[in-house]
């Protein structure tokens, strides 16, 4: 029987509380500061170190936040992939939110994991940012409101969330050393308040800090951020953990309040460090032990006291779970064109239809650390092949190639230094200058092999024998300083540190192409040297500096630049109707990168062909699968155009389901598209200086719609539009009280009534914004509220919304509160930023403040 087994059979013989909470003032006096430094740190990549001395069990987590992948970034057991918090923020559903939470809990159960690394909740402020599609919106209440349902749902099943990244954590340029200049409005108002709103209505166990520095300090080791704004003033009760490698100090991030150094085995909090850093006084052994109190508060939370076992990993693929993701996904979908109401389609009258571009692509979730190896990843082609049979001819053309890094210099005709098929590699580590040569195929040219750490070069060598003449597209890409020589002629060089190890890592990383032309029988020595002598720490996070590496692709020229365009609108012109599936594929939008620009992928080719298909056919429908607004040149060109962001495992179905009618597209855009970057107020500072490091939010208050509410022209669709295959009104609407003498929440009731033949859903939007002049600059309106409501043909229902004080509030600096100014403000019920259909006045008689 372990130690804290037989306490709790001294307290049950004492008839004493044998609640694992009243066990943590003893656990810590039991502890030895070897075990609480310990505690307060990641065995590895995915667990917590256990006590076993003193019956402390160790806890596992895993990502997140649309799954919950388990211990393997690939090669894993599958896992249900819902849709992307973008797609289930354009549901508008706050019990969708709920419901996929509690699901999320069981997928997590399976994985073995008691706390999920989720929801990823920063606002988009701009679309290029890489892991936007992560995020709910550019609207801080939209995201706020929905991580709490999610977070509800996914902790009433006995699973922690892990609310991410705390804060200001919008690009992923230089994301590990990027200083974000925020004033202290924006602060508040934009980029803490999801924070703010999930913490104090659904307290989630943990909260994951974001790798960046914010206002010239790391958030790992962020005093005000961590200590005074999230326990202070939120009172959060959690625990904190550091982004993967984002621990950057030892005594500053534990006195700032950062409780856990993920992962682990740590590079700071090791067991000396943090022992001499209480030997010289640098940290107290009072506020050590807040660390690892809030350690073992989660452990308890999560129920690992009563049960130590951390199953293994499973993959159940449960039909519920399908079907929820299918229902989901289409929820989410945003119909933001139907002329002629060309959608939906009548599968019973539709002959033949031409499936182009990304039809036989999985697209249901983005790259990175929230991709998931999917239980099932129907695509377009395969959902309408299940949906029609075959009673509709589907013509399927290809017409544009979007891959971003070349495929791997495979080992065919590649010969090692020994003449054995594959490439011969040589690695030297620190601890092991002369480390002898390894051999492998071609598996080598990818970066795991040597990335160890410690390795300080790797020569990889191999001799290619083309047995025909062709010419090569050659794409190189690298961590470290490098160069690739053929028959000892330079082909690429780099010669600085990597910019984007990130990115490298997750292969999303720009790579340099050049054209090379190889003849039959000849022998091309091909040497690829790289080496680091110290990466520059600023660059890199703790993890990834231990690591060199390089990536050398290829491909013919021939198919490479192959015009796939023709047998496209050949499929068009035979088909009754055609569609083209755009987006991107998770190398395009992914963590660790974001994206160059706001067009689709790749060099216009998408573009093109779209134009192609519809000048070949006018019933010509884009079905665009991305989780950020793109440019869309060819809009007045086409019929019709579905936004389905990243749906999840059963994106085809999903899709298939709006396009036929099945479903009737209720989502509404989270997030403005604009008409062209340019248009964006971020555009000037974005991604920052990035060569000193900073980025200013310049614009302020003033992200998404906040800007263009002001600029109408520049928006090609606005936030919270979404078209549907039925029509509503809007009636009656009126507000509980037209002056406020308090503190009090205004009540607006309207009717909405579904005009059209078909079921569907609206989702009615409260805005406020101040009538009055102010002295502070403030956006036009702002999303105070919202409902969604399902209506059957001809029905009616009345709308009840609530809108809290706060919503009238500004962040006042001077004060530190929340204040409300004196003067008329209208509330106005719209069904999307620009769309508004009354506004009514309330005017708040004297001023007050709300505490932060
Ligand atoms: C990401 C986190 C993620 C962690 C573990 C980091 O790179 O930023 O969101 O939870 O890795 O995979």
């Not at 990175?368 to 190896?373: F, H, I, L, N, T």
């Not at 406020?740 to 033949?757: A, E, F, I, S």
Request: proline share 6%.
């Amino acid at each position: 029987m372990s130690p804290s087994d037989r306490l709790h059979k001294v307290y049950r013989s004492l008839g004493t509380d044998t609640s694992p909470q009243s066990d943590i003032p003893y656990l810590l006096s039991q502890l030895t500061l070897d075990e609480k430094a310990s505690l307060i740190a990641g065995a590895d990549l995915w667990t917590t170190n256990p006590i076993p001395r003193l019956g402390i069990p160790k806890l596992k987590v895993s990502d997140g936040p649309n799954g919950a992948r388990g211990d393997q970034f690939e090669g894993g057991l599958t896992s249900a992939c819902f849709p992307a918090s973008v797609s289930l923020a354009a549901s508008f559903d706050r019990k969708l939110a709920e419901k996929i939470g509690q699901s999320l809990a069981e997928e997590a159960k399976t994985k073995g994991a008691r706390v999920l690394l989720g929801p990823t909740v920063c606002p988009h402020r701009d679309p290029r940012g890489g892991r936007n599609f992560e995020s709910f919106s550019e609207d801080p209440y939209l995201a706020g409101e929905l991580a709490s349902h999610y977070i509800m749902g996914l902790q009433r099943e006995g699973i922690g969330a892990t609310i991410k990244h705390y804060a200001v954590n919008e690009q992923e340029t230089r994301r590990f050393s990027i200083d974000a200049r925020v004033g202290q409005r924006a602060l508040r108002e934009i980029y803490l308040k999801p924070f703010e709103m999930a913490i104090k209505k659904a307290d989630p166990w943990a909260v994951m800090t974001s790798y960046n520095i914010v206002n010239g300090v790391h958030a790992d080791a962020n005093q005000f951020l961590l200590s005074k704004v999230l326990r202070e003033q939120w009172g959060f009760k959690g625990l904190v953990m550091s982004d993967w490698g984002g621990t950057n100090s030892i005594s500053q991030s534990i006195n700032a309040g950062l409780d856990l150094e993920m992962p682990g085995p740590p590079v700071h909090r090791t067991r000396q460090n943090v022992t001499s850093a209480i030997q010289s006084g640098e940290i107290l052994e009072t506020t050590l032990n807040k660390r690892v109190e809030a350690v073992l508060r989660l452990l308890q939370r999560a129920g690992s006291f009563d049960n130590h076992e951390i199953p293994s990993e499973q993959a159940i693929d449960r039909p519920e779970h399908q079907r929820l993701i299918r229902k989901a996904g289409a929820e989410g979908m945003v119909l933001l064109k139907n002329e002629k109401k060309i959608l939906p389609l009548d599968k019973s009258t539709v002959k033949s239809i031409a499936m182009i571009g990304l039809a036989k692509q999985y697209l249901g979730h983005g790259g990175g650390s929230a991709s998931v190896k999917s239980h099932r990843k129907i695509t377009p082609y395969q959902a309408f092949e299940d949906c029609l049979g075959s009673s509709v001819e589907l013509n399927y053309a290809q017409g544009a190639r979007i891959i971003k890094s070349l495929p791997v210099f495979g080992a065919d005709n590649v010969f090692d230094d020994d003449g054995v098929p594959g490439f011969t590699l040589r690695v030297t580590r620190r601890s092991d200058k002369d480390g002898g040569p390894s051999v492998s195929n071609s598996s080598t040219a990818q970066l795991k092999p040597f990335a160890c750490p410690g390795a300080v070069t790797a020569v990889m060598t191999g001799t290619y024998r083309p047995s025909v003449d062709c010419v090569e597209y050659l794409a190189f890409g690298c961590i470290g300083k490098a160069k690739l020589c053929i028959n000892e002629e330079m082909v690429f060089s780099q010669a600085d540190d990597s910019v984007d190890v990130m990115a490298f890592m997750l292969g999303t990383a720009a790579e340099e192409t050049k054209l090379y032309e190889f003849s039959a029988g000849q022998e091309y020595r091909i040497r690829i040297e790289c080496h680091v002598d110290e990466l520059a720490k600023k660059d890199v996070s703790p993890i990834s500096s231990k690591m060199i590496g390089f990536r050398f692709g290829k491909m013919l020229q021939s198919d490479h630049d192959a015009d796939l365009i023709p047998a496209a609108v050949d499929a068009a012109k035979r088909s009754e109707v055609a569609i083209v599936f755009v987006g991107h594929t998770p190398a395009w939008e992914t963590e660790g990168a974001d994206r160059q620009n706001m067009d689709l992928p790749k060099d216009g080719s998408l573009d093109r062909l779209i134009a192609a298909t519809a000048q070949a056919n006018p019933k010509t429908i884009v079905v665009n699968s991305t989780g950020s607004p793109i440019t869309m040149p060819w809009l007045s060109q086409v019929a019709a155009v579905l936004q389905a962001w990243f749906p999840g495992q059963e994106a085809g179905h999903s899709i298939a389901d709006v396009i036929f009618g099945v479903t009737n597209p209720g989502g509404k855009l989270p997030v403005t598209f604009p008409r062209a970057i340019t248009d964006c107020p971020t555009y000037a500072n974005f991604p920052g200086d990035i060569n000193n490091d900073r980025v200013e939010y310049a614009e302020g208050t003033f992200v998404g719609y906040r800007h263009y509410d002001s600029l109408p022209d520049s928006v090609l669709f606005p936030f919270g539009f979404g078209l549907s295959y039925t029509s509503f009104e809007i009636s009656g609407v009126e507000l509980s009280a037209t002056s406020l003498t308090g503190v009090q929440p205004v009540g607006v009731t309207l009717d909405v009534k579904n005009t059209g033949t078909v079921p569907g859903s609206q989702v009615v939007q409260i805005y406020v914004g101040a009538a009055f002049v102010s002295e502070i600059d403030r956006p036009k309106k702002t999303l105070a509220g919202f409902e969604k409501v399902h209506l059957s043909p001809g029905e009616t229902q009345k709308v009840q919304i609530e809108i809290s004080p706060q919503s009238l509030a500004y962040w006042n600096q001077d004060r530190g509160t929340w204040s409300v100014d004196a003067g008329t403000y209208m509330i106005s019920v719209a069904t999307s930023s620009l769309d508004v259909s009354v506004a009514l006045p309330v005017t708040v008689v004297t001023p007050f403040q709300l505490e932060p």
